[in-house]
């Protein structure tokens, strides 16, 4: 009697073929659709939370917002009040300034519902990285705001009133409250290059020897990004944010290349 011998089952090399839900079913177009409506409802509400705290706050908040402005004029001996031309014009402004400041208290948890949005997509062992991303890009934004405000926008402030040093400053409130915001969160926005080059890298758009390789293309970019951000010519401002930017360039390559790393790893033991 012919024995027959099956050959044993192939084994994927890549357990995880391709990325799933936690329930193992895939998530279809509308799925996709509603799982970013409930994100986003999630997103508002706690921009909303938030926005209430930071009003019961403003006047601390606008207070301490206001020093950089305030130490320069006394620096320069003038006068430091601020103005307003509309009756409603601070009424206006503490909303705003509550809106903002409710958007960089609810950083985390916004970025944390982006991560619960595109995770999905990814594969089971690349979802343990939810809370360093979370972490990371909320920690970020808010190191690049808190870095605008501390440096970029004095050094800013300072070439802008003493250059103009023949003229009586008059800064209204919300004149003041546009320059501040546009560098605080400009800079915020743009510190998150580290978050955005470890997503990529995670699904495999780039690699650490692309990176390296446009590393001359990057520096040019990051120094029209310095010079965008900060509302003077001052070479010193543009410095001041551009050299923070190459850093944090060459913090992504690292990341990148950590996530490489880890993924060839992954393969070899697959394959193993």
């Known amino acids: 009697?012919?024995?027959?011998?099956?050959?044993?089952p192939t084994q994927n090399p890549n357990?995880?073929?391709?990325?799933?839900?936690?329930?193992?079913?895939?998530?279809?177009?509308?799925?996709?659709?509603?799982e970013l409506r409930?994100?986003?409802?999630?997103s508002v509400y706690s921009i909303i939370a938030g926005t209430g705290i930071c009003f019961y706050f403003r006047d601390r908040i606008y207070k301490y917002l206001s020093l950089p402005l305030t130490d320069?004029?006394?620096a320069l001996h003038l006068s430091d009040k601020l103005v307003y031309t509309n009756p409603v014009d601070p009424f206006n402004l503490y909303i705003k300034l509550s809106i903002m400041a409710g958007v960089f208290l609810a950083s985390p948890f916004i970025l944390w519902q982006l991560w619960l949005f595109i995770s999905p997509?990814?594969?089971?062992?690349?979802?343990?990285?939810?809370?360093?991303?979370?972490?990371?890009?909320?920690?970020?934004?808010?190191?690049?705001?808190?870095?605008?405000?501390?440096?970029?926008?004095?050094?800013?402030?300072?070439?802008?009133?003493?250059?103009?040093?023949?003229?009586?400053?008059?800064?209204?409130?919300?004149?003041?409250?546009?320059?501040?915001?546009?560098?605080?969160?400009?800079?915020?926005?743009?510190?998150?290059l580290p978050a955005v080059i470890l997503v990529l890298s995670l699904f495999g758009i780039v690699t650490p020897r692309f990176l390296i390789k446009n590393f001359r293309?990057?520096?040019?970019?990051?120094?029209?990004?310095?010079?965008?951000?900060?509302?003077?010519?001052?070479?010193?401002?543009?410095?001041?944010?551009?050299?923070?930017?190459?850093?944090?360039?060459?913090l992504s390559i690292g990341l990148c290349w950590l996530v490489y790393l880890k993924k060839k790893r992954n393969r070899k033991n697959a394959e193993a």
């Open 15 to 34: 357990p995880d073929p391709e990325p799933e839900l936690s329930d193992g079913k895939q998530m279809s177009f509308l799925e996709h659709l509603e």
């Open 121 to 192: 997509g990814l594969y089971r062992h690349e979802k343990r990285y939810v809370w360093p991303f979370v972490f990371l890009t909320s920690g970020l934004f808010i190191s690049g705001g808190f870095f605008a405000y501390k440096l970029a926008l004095p050094k800013a402030l300072r070439f802008l009133v003493d250059f103009a040093g023949q003229f009586q400053p008059m800064v209204t409130i919300n004149e003041y409250w546009d320059l501040a915001m546009s560098i605080m969160v400009g800079v915020g926005v743009v510190f998150e």
């Open 72 to 74: 320069t004029l006394r």
């Open 1 to 8: 009697m012919a024995t027959i011998i099956q050959n044993p």
């Open 217 to 250: 293309y990057a520096v040019l970019i990051t120094a029209v990004l310095a010079a965008g951000i900060v509302p003077s010519n001052d070479m010193a401002s543009i410095f001041v944010v551009w050299i923070p930017l190459v850093g944090l360039y060459i």
């Open 38 to 42: 409930k994100r986003l409802l999630y």
